[in-house]
């Protein structure tokens, strides 16, 4: 069974640009979170899709925004790049939502803000 | 708000060298515990949830125990492969909650 797929994996993008990334969730799950990890505050919640609804968001700034298509596939959107956006974002998939904590985690997308 | 506090944040052990990992936590009702294995370059790797006082749980070489206010992550004789850092999660029971991580330790398991 095929895992989290997320693209771009690698990115370099420069301050003021704006970066969009893709996550397939694994098939038949209907919930995908998104998580930005960064040495320095660990793993922290962007916002979660449920069936194409936003059912959490974390506390980031409006430039940082999503959406979740029919297909369960979900995007992320980061509008006027900041040096501190560059990050490992992390896109997690699960059948019913973060209710089970059983998150199946794609392989990141590494984004450098220069 | 939900805090996880885990230590120490390295640790690096000869093989066969057990040990335990802390996650200390703070939150207003706990739904549960997670623990999550992560490999460089890869995403996170579900482990565990534990859910209660007393609950342990096992898989190889690690066991995961949880009290009312910390979870310990014991590995017995460790393998180099092992080594990856070791995440732990918490959500809280006030509804549709995110999972709240801590930092990570970084375990080293050296032959």
């Known amino acids: 069974k095929a895992g989290v797929t997320q693209t771009p994996r690698y990115l370099i993008k420069t301050r003021g640009q704006q970066v969009t990334l893709s996550c397939s969730p694994i098939s038949g799950h209907r919930s995908v979170s998104w998580y930005q990890q960064t040495p320095g505050q660990g793993l922290q919640f962007l916002f979660e899709y449920f069936s194409e609804t936003q059912r959490n968001k974390g506390n980031f700034p409006g430039r940082f925004s999503g959406r979740q298509f029919s297909n369960s596939r979900s995007e992320m959107n980061v509008s006027t790049l900041e040096l501190g956006d560059s990050a490992l974002y992390l896109c997690?998939?699960?059948?019913?939502?973060?209710?089970?904590?059983?998150?199946?985690f794609g392989e990141g997308s590494r984004l450098t803000v220069l | 708000e939900d805090q996880v506090t885990q230590s120490p944040e390295a640790l690096r052990l000869q093989e066969g060298e057990s040990s335990s990992l802390n996650c200390s936590y703070t939150v207003s009702g706990l739904r549960g515990l997670f623990w999550y294995r992560q490999d460089p370059g890869k995403g996170p790797e579900f482990l565990f949830t534990l859910y209660s006082a007393g609950e342990e749980k096992e898989k190889e070489r690690l066991k995961a125990t949880l009290t009312k206010k910390e979870s310990f992550l014991h590995i017995t004789a460790p393998k180099p492969e092992d080594s990856a850092t070791y995440l732990c999660?918490?959500?809280?029971?006030?509804?549709?909650?995110?999972?709240?991580f801590g930092k990570g330790t970084r375990l080293s398991v050296i032959a």
């Open positions: 997690a998939s699960s059948l019913q939502g973060t209710n089970t904590g059983e998150l199946f």
């Open positions: 999660a918490v959500q809280d029971n006030s509804g549709n909650t995110p999972l709240v």
